[in-house]
């Protein structure tokens, strides 16, 4: 066993110097081609890089990028979830991606979670491409080693999506995704312009499954804005009118009554234990949170939770899928529950 455990460190070794040897150039890499009119210079959160050719081992760190590439139809070799629902390998992507596995039209490898990838796992599967967030800067030199890679802005969803397009030469592609996703907001808009004109103030919740921990949650991010964009006026506090685009806000329970002039309320919560089926993600999401809502005796004096107007969604739809997909998702969501049904 120690004989066979040493070769397998050995041939570890032997990957991964030959991935870091090869790619000594770290994210000035060339993907496939050595002409320099097939190359694009990316610029994003880390700075620059050089991205020639046309990728096709692309690794994602976390559902936000994965969401764009899938949107633009190019699948990835490598995947970490910003929450570990799943352990081993994405052999079975539909039943263990939420949302997204069913797009992903191949076994992936799992390299870890979103903002702690395991670079030995990312180094083994020899992507040629690697698409991070703003987290992953502390492991940027590690990965561009590997690979060329762009670190995304989560908060930034359109310009994403055209980075990722620019990368992967599929721009055109991303300017209409991105005039779809405009003509179908305008559509949900008029859809919902009844339940805006009689019910306009919105209260927004996040919450951990018990209710012990709750906030307003992050403004920048599609959970807030595409409900504004429906036009839905969103319940705030005072005190909270120049906090930072990026806070989440927290409150205790206490603090609810003060909310009290919300008509309606979403609720969002996120259960990160292990999830065996994406086929119940939202019971497995929401049941805690719905039980610990309805005998919770300050979250029932809510006038919206006296009127029924109180409406549970995971967190993960919003706040890890920003762009197009999860805009349709949200708004598939959105409508089933908020929407009289015809």
């Not at 940027?140 to 670190?151: E, V």
């Not at 994403?160 to 599929?170: D, E, H, P, S, Y």
Request: with cysteine; net charge negative.
């Amino acid at each position: 066993m120690k004989v066979l455990r040493f070769k397998k460190f050995l041939i570890l070794l032997i990957i991964l110097g030959g991935a870091i040897a090869c790619q000594s150039q770290g994210n000035k890499k060339e993907v496939s081609s050595s002409d320099p009119a097939d190359c694009r210079t990316i610029e994003h959160e880390a700075g620059e890089t050089e991205v020639c050719g046309q990728p096709e081992q692309i690794v994602v760190l976390g559902p936000y990028v994965l969401e764009p590439l899938l949107a633009l139809g190019v699948q990835p070799i490598g995947f970490a979830d910003h929450i570990a629902f799943h352990q081993g390998e994405y052999d079975n992507p539909k039943e263990q991606i939420p949302y997204l596995g069913s797009l992903v039209t191949q076994p992936i490898a799992n390299v870890g979670l979103a903002y702690e990838p395991s670079i030995e796992a990312i180094a083994l599967i020899q992507p040629d491409l690697i698409i991070g967030v703003q987290p992953n800067a502390k492991q940027y030199d590690a990965l561009s080693q590997i690979a060329p890679t762009i670190l995304l802005n989560w908060s930034e969803p359109e310009k994403n999506l055209k980075g990722i397009a620019q990368a992967v030469n599929r721009s055109q592609q991303a300017e209409q995704l991105l005039k779809d996703r405009e003509k179908q907001i305008a559509v949900a808009r008029e859809a919902f312009a009844p339940v805006v004109a009689t019910h306009p103030e919105l209260l927004l919740l996040f919450t951990s499954l018990n209710l012990q921990e709750i906030n307003l949650g992050n403004p920048a991010g599609l959970c807030h804005s595409l409900v504004k964009e429906l036009g839905f006026q969103l319940v705030s506090l005072p005190e909270l009118k120049n906090s930072e685009p990026n806070s989440p806000n927290p409150i205790s329970i206490e603090i609810l009554p003060r909310l009290n002039d919300a008509e309606l309320a979403l609720v969002f919560s996120v259960n990160s234990g292990e999830l065996e089926s994406i086929n119940n993600f939202n019971q497995h999401q929401l049941s805690k949170t719905k039980q610990a809502w309805q005998e919770n005796a300050i979250a029932q004096s809510l006038d919206a939770s006296k009127a029924g107007r109180v409406y549970f969604i995971p967190t993960y739809l919003c706040a890890g899928l920003p762009g197009v997909i999860g805009t349709e998702l949200y708004l598939e969501e959105l409508e089933q529950q908020l929407l009289p049904s015809k």
